[in-house]
């Protein structure tokens, strides 16, 4: 619990002293993609695998990073995966994917969570990608770059097909 609220602090301060240069390519012009979420069920997981895939047949390079929560399940471990025991109680991850994911200059980082992980938004803090994309809520108002309106109780699929629609539009 401590290392959540440590966690939310160095998020804040990610953001405000951030010098990455955020700002969107067009979709044909993007070469990779990174999507990032938590693990919660099997449906949520085809879903990711789906995107992947559509976004592979565009032609793009995808690399997916998924955050384990404590008694779920990891299926069929296709993504790098980082758990809780791979953050210090000062909130520092130890998991080299993590490191290595948050290094990469993705175009474009999809954040496929419905509910805001503080693990994850500072994933998305520390990212050097170019433009960040996640559902619409408070939290992510100042981590991401485009945020995707969707009805409350709508599906992890239709938010994924929304961002992947509203990124396609981009030019």
Not at 7 to 21: D, E, G, N, Q, R
Not at 53 to 66: C, I, N, P, W
Not at 88 to 102: E, I, K, L, Y
């Amino acid at each position: 619990m401590l290392s959540k609220k440590i966690l939310s602090y160095k998020t804040k301060a990610l953001v405000k002293k951030s010098k990455v240069a955020r700002n969107s390519v067009s979709y044909e012009q993007a070469k990779s993609i990174g999507i990032v979420f938590t693990i919660d069920d099997l449906a949520k997981h085809e879903t990711i695998k789906q995107l992947v895939r559509r976004l592979e047949k565009d032609g793009k390079k995808v690399q997916a990073l998924a955050f384990l929560p404590k008694g779920k399940e990891n299926f069929e471990f296709l993504f790098d995966f980082f758990t809780d025991k791979d953050v210090t109680m000062w909130g520092n991850f130890t998991a080299d994917q993590v490191h290595s994911f948050v290094e990469k200059p993705f175009d474009y980082l999809f954040y496929l969570d419905q509910k805001s992980n503080p693990l994850i938004t500072n994933i998305l803090a520390m990212s050097k990608a170019k433009c960040r994309i996640g559902k619409f809520n408070e939290v992510n108002n100042q981590l991401c770059e485009l945020m995707i309106q969707t009805q409350n109780g709508s599906s992890i699929q239709h938010l994924a097909e929304e961002m992947y629609k509203y990124t396609k539009i981009l030019s």
